[in-house]
């Protein structure tokens, strides 16, 4: 079961449960594929609702990674979410949510 206070939230691929976390670990991961891209305007474009589903992939992966998968973001390509591109976007602000404080994401993890 994910843990909420410790950051981690569950997010189903291909029928499996996964827990995701953004560790220390998994934010320089994925601060390095953000190039010039900071996590200051990752976190700014999920307050706005103006995030593009390359930031959704680069958190969902970072945070499973974080929580101790060991795939990349090329084994997602025909992954099968549970809950669709929805799900995983409210999974993806969950995580920024849940590693840098409140975001504007209501109790039932609506973005």
């Known amino acids: 079961m994910a843990n909420p206070y410790a950051g981690e939230v569950a997010l189903t691929i291909d029928g499996q449960r996964h827990v995701l976390k953004l560790t220390l670990g998994a934010l320089a991961e994925l601060e390095a ?3 010039e891209d900071t996590l200051v305007l990752l976190i700014a474009r999920f307050e706005s609702g103006a995030f593009a589903s390359r930031d959704v992939l680069a ?5 499973l990674r974080g929580g101790g998968w060991q795939g990349a973001a090329g084994d997602l390509l025909q992954a099968e979410i549970e809950g669709g591109v929805l799900q995983a976007a409210k ?4 995580l920024l949510a849940r590693a840098f404080g409140p975001l504007k994401v209501s109790n039932n993890g609506d973005v």
Not at 59 to 63: D, F, H, Y
Request: avoid cysteine.
């Open 33 to 35: 594929g953000l190039g």
């Open 59 to 63: 958190l969902i992966v970072a945070g």
């Open 91 to 94: 999974v993806a602000a969950q």
